[in-house]
């Protein structure tokens, strides 16, 4: 008998039922399916009306059920019967939220079950560290209060006042997980904290994956905002979130230094250079600028208009490419080779499937030292030549593992 069947004939409440529907529906959600889209996909074991039930908790779907619920939703069927241990958080998302409420309820789904998996892996390779991330811990009375706010936090993180090079990286390292969403243009973020009864454990941002780098860039730094900003209530959240944004990721004395303290001219080979350097667009550049009081209201103006005569709104001039997540291929990569997780797990936590060379076995090993000399001598010269490159090229010290050079 599986386990499933074991667990099926011990568990038999209400409570359990309650949590199998609130699981399944999460799931669900987070796949982005209806229930008629599910029972579809099921090939139609049950009907749209019994998953219905088994989302309100009024009825328990049987073994074989459960089993083609897992395989559709591409988890392991005793993930229906786990009692969630993170409590997921949204942070501000109600108040901007652009989108119909179906779309945002699909994406928060998947949020929560992102997160849930993100700190699941966290605790497996024992990265419990301290997490530095103040949640809303800056007061802000006035809104000018964020400039020197998003230096504190430069300083709390121990990265002086240069650019940022990589904002995706940045947050990674403080364990804020970056979640590629695939939905309407009308999303420009959603922010998540993860609490293990009342421990913080890691915080998520969700993105739409097709922007630009230099929006994505400020939509992360804005969403940084949300988390750490603890806002009175007559100013605007997001004027304030925006506003450390830029002053995160452009800080005051470092425009200064590139662009003066009062300009009446700025050509675009100029914002290009800015935009380059902060990597900020053209457009957030002239605002920061604005708002700064290096240019004025009346030339502020003058550009928005050109920037509209030009269709720069959503396209502008050198375009930067979006910044990639690695934290959570990283640790995927780092827990097959260390046997801590399976290759089906593996697969199920990230949306590719991920192959792993296994190093050779003593066996293999064995096997080529049985080979005559001179086959040895062969194999060994085929391989000295597939690395020689890397010597001649004066490359940092690389390791192998015993057993990666032979292929035979």
Known sequence: MTNIYKIYN??????????????????????????EDLAIEMGGIVSRQALSKYERGASRPSPVVLN??????????LHLWSEPKIS?????????????????TRIESYMEQKLEERIWLQDLMAQNIELKLPVMNYSVDRIDDVEQIAINLRRSWNIGLDPISNMVNLLETHLVHIIDVNTTENF??????????????????????EVCGERQRFNLAHELGHIVLNISGDIDEEKAAYR?????????????KEAGSKRSFITLQELLFLKE?????????LYRLRELHIINDSYYKKWCIEINKRSWKKHEPAEMKPEKPIWLRQNILRAISEGIITQEEANSLIDEEIKMEKPRSLKEKR?????????RRRILEKQAEKIAGVYECGSDTV???EGDIVDY
């Open 277 to 285: 350097r902060f990597g900020l667009s053209i457009q957030a550049l």
């Open 88 to 104: 997921v958080k949204f942070i501000a998302y109600s108040k901007k939220s652009r989108l119909p409420k179906k779309e945002m």
């Open 68 to 77: 083609k619920l897992a395989e559709v939703l591409k988890i392991k069927p």
């Open 10 to 35: 011990i568990v038999n409440c209400k409570e359990e039922e309650k949590m199998i529907g609130q699981r399944l529906r999460r799931l669900r959600l987070a796949r982005g399916y209806s229930l």
């Open 399 to 401: 390791d192998f593992q």
């Open 244 to 256: 450390f944004g830029s002053a995160f990721l452009a800080p005051e004395s470092e425009i200064l």
């Open 367 to 375: 096997g080529f030292m049985k080979l005559p000399l001179e086959e």
């Open 188 to 209: 420009d973020g959603l922010t998540a904290l993860g609490y293990e009864e009342d421990k913080l454990k890691a915080a998520a941002i969700a993105l739409n994956t």
